[in-house]
């Protein structure tokens, strides 16, 4: 009608800001389950994938668990450290890395393509496709911090709600960047290679494989502000309690700023057709 395609149509519909159409209401609510649910399916057939993620991961308390007696670093439990860099982990490797894959591997074979001449909003394709690794994450981290607790004696949260919101911001933050790094990613062979220097890159100076607090002051005020050190910031502070509430806010606004960016270049460069 009027010389205008269904495609079109959608592609401007896509890029308007989801007002009544957001995730709030039951028939959105409803698309994003039945996406996830084809997500969950999808994944329920690589039972070895489900199995590694959850639990493989409670070989790293019990292969630290001799090391208990050396329980304190830096006036921080060894429990706590493990528990940080087990909960940092399920961020990138149960939600980062599978998530650039599904995201390339869907565009590839035009399924984002399809989806976007329907009925779902792009903020609903994007999020019924990343609920199911999101969720395996949380999971995942669950059982790690049980894990920490019982076999490293991490003990209990002083600050519970600051872990909670390392949680929901590296969650988030992490399915992002990955929706990011899709836009960059040739094919699924590729997912790996580009997904690297993220992964690297938090590992060494967000906290997560080797503690802030052995890097020299000026590395580790700059890394800092590197994307998921927020996130694992407030999921340490959440156990040991060592964040003012001054410092703990300006840590969950740096948190929030890279999670604009990030939803900025994705609404910006995210791409819903393969690659040539």
Same mark, same amino acid.
Request: with cysteine; hydrophobic share 50%.
């Given at each position: 009608?009027?010389?205008? *395609? ?41 039972? =070895?994938?489900?199995? *590694? ?36 982990? =399920? ?82 933050? =992490? ?5 990011? *790094? ?39 005020? /700059? ?42 270049? /994705? ?10």
């Amino acid at each position: 009608m009027n010389g205008i *395609t269904g495609e079109d149509r959608r592609t401007a519909i896509g890029k308007l800001p989801a007002v009544g159409s957001g995730l709030f209401t039951s028939r959105s609510r409803r698309r994003v389950r039945a996406l996830a649910g084809a997500e969950f399916a999808l994944l329920g057939r690589n039972r =070895s994938a489900v199995a *590694t993620a959850l639990l493989v991961p409670l070989a790293l308390p019990f292969s630290v668990r001799p090391a208990i007696d050396q329980a304190d670093f830096r006036g921080v439990n060894l429990g706590t450290l493990m528990l940080t860099a087990a909960i940092g982990f =399920s961020f990138l490797f149960a939600v980062y890395t599978s998530l650039v894959s599904a995201y390339v591997a869907r565009r590839e074979e035009l399924v984002l393509k399809r989806l976007r001449t329907g009925e779902p909003t792009d903020v609903e394709i994007l999020g019924g496709t990343a609920l199911p690794a999101v969720c395996l994450g949380l999971a995942q981290a669950l059982v790690l911090a049980l894990g920490c607790v019982v076999l490293l004696d991490a003990g209990a949260p002083r600050a519970p709600w600051l872990t909670v919101l390392g949680l929901l911001t590296g969650l988030t933050l =992490s399915a992002t960047l990955a929706a990011l *790094t899709s836009a960059f990613t040739r094919t699924t062979e590729s997912a790996q290679v580009t997904a690297l220097p993220l992964v690297f890159m938090s590992m060494i100076g967000s906290g997560i494989a080797l503690p802030t607090d052995l890097l020299p002051h000026r590395a580790a005020a /700059v890394c800092e502000f590197l994307p998921l050190s927020p996130a694992v910031r407030l999921v340490r502070a959440g156990w040991t309690g060592e964040l003012t509430a001054y410092e703990a806010f300006g840590t969950v606004l740096t948190a929030l700023a890279w999670t604009v960016v990030a939803v900025f270049a /994705v609404r910006r460069w995210f791409r819903w057709e393969p690659r040539r």
